[in-house]
């Protein structure tokens, strides 16, 4: 029996847009599939790890390690999409890949619902995995960034002092110099040194653009790419 279809052309050239730390982890009980998709991925230069359950792939799994995961949906003792929420419960951001043998709407509005990549039915088309793989990849690599660029933002917000906070609270929201010198109390040439300090702390030349930095930090999930 055909685990994997092949359609077209052999895969024979590497996907030159991931980086060697990229890793796709696959998790199926299945032997056969396992190796199947772990041949499939290495025809391409993708590394792979194989799991057969989802205890197995959980204790081994390293959230800094760049890369997907592909899921099998009927697992025993836990299900690739019971496997998945427990990713969402521990905050891991993996993009995942479902694979099933039998196709289940239900199953798959479920999986997507929760920020699946793909659903794919068995057996799978290479074309169909590769380029679902492209995808996954690419969603984690786009995700890391934007983290990075949160945290460096984070991380300035954190070398301000609290008069300076306290400042950059009252900017954000476009009061003036004047009116927030009146509100904590000082005059508006003191207000002038600590805004210029936050301004040069969080890298900023305008308040437009101090108060869409601060947004990306108050409202994340506003600021998500399109699918």
């Known amino acids: 029996m055909t685990l994997l279809k092949q359609t077209g052309p052999k895969y024979s050239e590497p996907l030159k847009t991931v980086e060697p730390l990229h890793l796709v982890q696959i998790v199926d009980d299945d032997p056969g599939i396992r190796r199947a998709l772990a041949r499939l991925l290495k025809s391409v ?14 204790d081994a799994y390293d959230p800094s390690r760049p890369g997907c995961a592909i899921f099998d949906v009927s697992m025993p003792e836990m299900t690739g999409l019971e496997l998945q929420e427990v990713m ?6 993996c ?13 798959s509005v479920r999986a997507m ?16 995995l590769i380029n679902a793989v492209r995808l996954a990849l690419d969603t984690d690599r786009r995700t890391r960034l934007k983290n990075m660029g949160l945290n460096s933002i984070k991380e300035r917000l954190g070398s301000l002092t609290p008069r300076e906070m306290e400042v950059l609270t009252h900017v954000v929201t476009g009061q003036l110099n004047k009116q927030i010198a009146a509100d904590l109390g000082t005059v ?16 900023v030349r305008t308040v437009v653009e101090l108060v869409h930095t601060v947004d990306l930090v108050s409202n994340p999930a506003e600021h998500q790419d399109p699918a």
């Open 45 to 58: 230069d993708i590394p792979a790890q194989c799991f057969a359950g989802a205890k197995e792939f959980i």
């Open 88 to 93: 969402a419960e521990r905050g891991y951001a």
């Open 95 to 107: 993009p995942i890949i479902f694979l099933t043998g039998q196709s289940s709407i239900p199953d």
């Open 113 to 128: 619902k929760n920020g699946a990549v793909d659903f794919l039915t068995k057996p799978v088309d290479d074309e169909k």
């Open 188 to 203: 508006e040439k003191t207000i002038k040194v600590h805004r210029g300090r936050v301004m040069r702390k969080m890298g």
